[in-house]
């Protein structure tokens, strides 16, 4: 049983482009959490959704960035007109059909901005 | 307010010693969980151990034990004997929740453990 993949391992773009950030649970996982690791910094939760649904994107910056789970396919974490403050590295966590359930946490993804 | 704290921005210990990585939390939630997790420098998030508010005794996983006093709101990690891989960066973290909010992670800031040959 593969555990939580998340892709591109290292992304590097220019302010303004875009950066979309996949991630695919464990089989059998319907929720997924996205974390937020600026440098020298814990994780901070960004938004957590189940399939097709964002049940608390409460820690998701209101502007350029979005998330989405879609019924087939990874989670896509998008954002948009990336400056260098959102350089950070992006953390994936899945979990079972119990919200409760513990959280599996992929190997992150390191945005550079340059 | 800070839900994790943990006060202790790098500790160093001597190899084969044990160490004690300090963990305070701030709920009023019943029910919630405390784990710790070790991040190295490859940047991985490992999970190292586990405690539920209303488990009894506190949570070991081999070398690693969660000195677990909820009165006091704190569930500082002991790691004894330590080895020269155990150095990396260590966060306390909190679940609180429910079934229809999920089970999202309150992380601390870390504690960079240096273990010195």
């Known amino acids: 049983n593969a555990g939580v993949m998340q892709n591109p391992r290292h992304l590097v773009r220019r302010r303004g482009q875009e950066a979309r950030l996949r991630c695919s649970p464990m089989?059998?996982?319907?929720?997924v959490y996205w974390y937020r690791q600026l440098p020298e910094e814990g994780l901070k939760f960004m938004v957590y959704?189940?399939?097709?649904?964002?049940?608390?994107e409460s820690g998701m910056p209101k502007e350029r960035f979005s998330a989405e789970f879609p019924k087939e396919g990874p989670s896509i974490l998008r954002i948009q007109q990336v400056v260098r403050g959102d350089s950070a590295a992006y953390f994936c966590?899945?979990?079972?059909?119990?919200?409760?359930?513990?959280?599996?946490f992929g190997p992150g993804t390191r945005l550079l901005v340059l | 307010a800070q839900k994790i704290t943990q006060t202790q921005p790098g500790m160093f210990v001597q190899e084969k010693e044990a160490v004690t990585l300090d963990c305070t939390y701030d709920?009023?939630?019943?029910?919630?969980?405390l784990f710790w997790y070790k991040q190295p420098s490859s940047g991985e998030m490992i999970f190292l151990i586990y405690q539920g508010s209303y488990d009894q005794q506190n949570a070991t996983e081999g070398r690693y034990s969660l000195n677990f006093q909820k009165a006091r709101k704190s569930a500082n990690l002991v790691i004894s004997a330590s080895q020269l891989g155990d150095s990396a960066m260590y966060f306390c973290?909190?679940?609180?929740?429910?079934?229809?909010?999920?089970?999202?992670?309150?992380f601390g800031e870390g504690t960079q453990l240096t273990v010195n040959p």
């Open positions: 089989k059998g996982h319907s929720h």
């Open positions: 966590a899945s979990s079972p059909a119990s919200a409760l359930g513990d959280q599996y």
């Open positions: 959704l189940q399939k097709e649904n964002i049940i608390d």
């Open positions: 973290a909190m679940r609180e929740g429910s079934e229809t909010s999920g089970s999202r992670l309150t």
């Open positions: 709920t009023s939630d019943p029910s919630y969980g």
